[in-house]
């Protein structure tokens, strides 16, 4: 009896014995297989960190190569930007030349005009019979009250010579600006510059547009090259479009007015206080662009070139003698205006026709 209970305790032994066996078998077996996943994790961890530096690598050395090919692009458009302003240049130098013949030519009409208008005149007035007991000057002239005949006909050359100076620098400032895509008129025999109001105000506005804002850019820059030519300016910077010009004169120019013609359907207030207005934004728009125009810009008295003046009474002209008369367009208008010769020219001239 006894046998048989020791026999029971054994076998019960035995199999608590075994079931712990399995149990650490399988935990062992368990940690097996986590220590396995955890080293392909830590291998496929490896592997992406790797992946990842590589396409690091790679996009670094597209973007290298996109930035290489982008800056030989760079350069070769400065090259051709460069080689396209160097025949711009060319173009232009090529432009200035023709500009200058045609403005000699300009003047050289201008000239024969007012040569045949002089000799009309003096056909057409009467001589006194004084005259012919007036005598002489020593320059073959005859003496006159107060300044002799010798000293007012040196007076007009140095203005002819002034004027000479003034009318070749307008003409270039007009094809300058035609050239620019700026519509601009000149008067030669008043002097005068003429911007259409309609390119640089929209309509019942006194403010410059944009459009017009554009155009006075390019004005101002015109300007800015050509004035100083005639100015007087000790300046050499400021006068390298002066170049190969041939300009008897270099300080004859007095001032620029600007001034804005207005329709004469305004009542004389209104015209005066429109005018006013607009000839200010011109004058202000211009300064904006190129400020030597308003504080480095002067005369060889010291005083600046550009002012506004007030609208006159607007000049009307007839389209056909016997016609009703039509306002003049309206338009801004930029009056150079030549200096009076000094006393110490007028010596210069008498004493060069003396030789």
């Known amino acids: 009896m006894q046998q048989h209970s020791s026999s029971g305790d054994n076998h019960d032994e035995s199999y608590f014995a075994s079931f712990t ?6 935990i062992f077996i368990f940690i097996i297989l986590l220590m396995i996943v955890a080293n392909n994790y830590q291998a496929a961890t490896d592997e992406a960190k790797k992946t990842q530096a590589e396409l690091a690598a790679r996009n670094e050395a597209i973007e290298l190569d996109i930035r290489k090919k982008a800056a030989e692009a760079e350069i070769r458009k400065e090259a051709e930007i460069l080689e396209m302003k160097k025949q711009a240049a060319q173009l232009e130098k090529e432009a200035l030349e023709r500009q200058m013949a045609a403005a000699e030519l300009e003047i050289k009409k201008a000239e024969a005009l007012q040569a045949l208008e002089a000799a009309k005149l003096a056909a057409a007035k009467p001589q006194p ?5 007036t005598p002489a000057s020593p320059t073959g002239e005859k003496s006159g009250e107060g300044e002799g005949i010798g000293d007012r006909n040196a007076k007009r050359i140095q203005e002819q010579i002034f004027i000479d100076a003034r009318n070749k620098i307008l003409a270039l400032i007009q094809q300058s600006l035609q050239h620019n895509g700026v519509q601009a008129t000149v008067n030669l025999r008043d002097g005068t510059l003429l911007l259409p109001e309609k390119q640089l105000f929209e309509k019942d ?14 004005v101002a820059s015109v300007l800015e090259s050509y004035l100083p030519c ?3 300016t000790q300046d050499a910077s400021r006068l390298r479009a ?7 004169s270099t300080n004859g120019l007095e001032s620029v007015f600007i001034e804005d013609h207005t329709s004469t359907t305004e009542s004389s207030e209104n015209r005066l206080l429109t005018s006013a207005e607009k000839g200010i934004s011109v004058f202000r728009e211009l300064i904006q662009y190129e400020p030597y125009l308003d504080k480095g810009l002067k005369n060889i008295s010291g005083s600046p070139i550009m002012n506004v003046r007030s609208a006159r009474t607007l000049r009307t002209v007839a389209q ?3 016609r009703k008369q039509q306002p003049v367009s309206q338009s801004i208008e930029l009056k150079f205006v030549v200096r009076t010769p000094n006393p110490g020219e007028i010596r210069q001239i008498k004493a060069s026709a003396s030789q």
């Not at 002066?242 to 008897?248: F, K, S, T, W, Y």
């Open 242 to 248: 002066c170049a190969g010009l041939d300009l008897q």
């Open 320 to 322: 056909k003698k016997g």
């Open 129 to 133: 019979e004084i005259a012919a007991a």
């Open 205 to 218: 506005i006194t403010t410059i547009s944009s459009h017009g804002s554009s155009a006075l850019r390019v």
């Open 21 to 26: 066996d399995m149990l650490v078998g399988v």
């Open 230 to 232: 005639i100015s007087g």
